[in-house]
């Protein structure tokens, strides 16, 4: 089955600044790439995503860009605010929805 | 639109007791989700669904049972709970794509 890898675990930036977040997969099948922000004591909330016929999708200070033929996908968040402090899952699906997630990412920006 | 609902959102149980977590969405989704989220090791799947009366199995299936009698509701079901159970249970649903999250229900089983 699928494997997501993540990386960092933890990230501290000081507000301003950007903040990158990196994910690996392993089943080439997988064409679906959402990244979610969890808020304390609430669930996952997609921010952004992309499928596997597309190399880069922004959306304001948000961007994903994707290499399937190395495998992996990353987030970058420009322009940091307290507000963007949270957990940062990614995950890798194929059609069959069988979604698999990395571990997370602690981000937390400094004001 | 509530979006998705669940309940309940807290519960303790002892080893060996039995529950039901019970998830509805009015998005009219066809697909829907249990995972599990236990600390530094993301989400897993659980159980998934592809419409009313189908279920299949996820990542972690082992110790659970679910059921999608209707197309509006996905129940989670525990026979006899374990300590490792105790996680934080999240249910999503989602079209093609994007899954939408619940809440999520804190198991704890001592």
């Known amino acids: 089955g699928e494997n997501v890898e993540q990386h960092p675990s933890t990230l501290s930036v000081q507000e301003g600044d950007s903040a990158v977040i990196k994910c690996t997969y392993s089943?080439?099948?997988?064409?679906?790439f959402p990244w979610y922000k969890q808020e304390l004591g609430k669930g996952p909330q997609l921010i952004i995503d992309i499928r596997s016929n597309v190399g880069e999708k922004k959306d304001q200070r948000i961007a994903v860009t994707l290499n399937k033929t190395a495998k992996h996908f990353s987030l970058h968040i420009t322009e940091t605010q307290p507000e963007d402090s949270a957990v940062y899952f990614c995950a890798a699906s194929a059609l069959d929805n069988d979604m698999r997630f990395g571990a997370g990412t602690r981000l937390t920006v400094k004001p | 639109n509530a979006g998705v609902t669940q309940t309940p959102k807290f519960r303790v149980l002892k080893t060996g007791q039995s529950m039901t977590l019970l998830c509805a969405q009015d998005?009219?989704?066809?697909?829907m989700y249990w995972y599990r989220q236990d600390p530094g090791m993301g989400l897993r799947l659980i159980h998934y669904s592809v419409g009313e009366g189908t279920t299949a199995k996820g990542e972690v299936p082992d110790g659970y049972n679910v059921s999608r009698l209707k197309k509006q509701n996905f129940l989670l079901g525990l026979e006899s709970a374990a300590p490792s159970q105790t996680s934080v249970y999240f249910c999503?649903?989602?079209?093609?794509?994007?899954?939408?999250f619940g809440p999520g229900t804190r198991l704890t089983v001592t």
């Open positions: 089943d080439s099948a997988s064409n679906y």
């Open positions: 999503a649903s989602s079209g093609l794509y994007e899954q939408y």
């Open positions: 998005m009219n989704h066809e697909y």
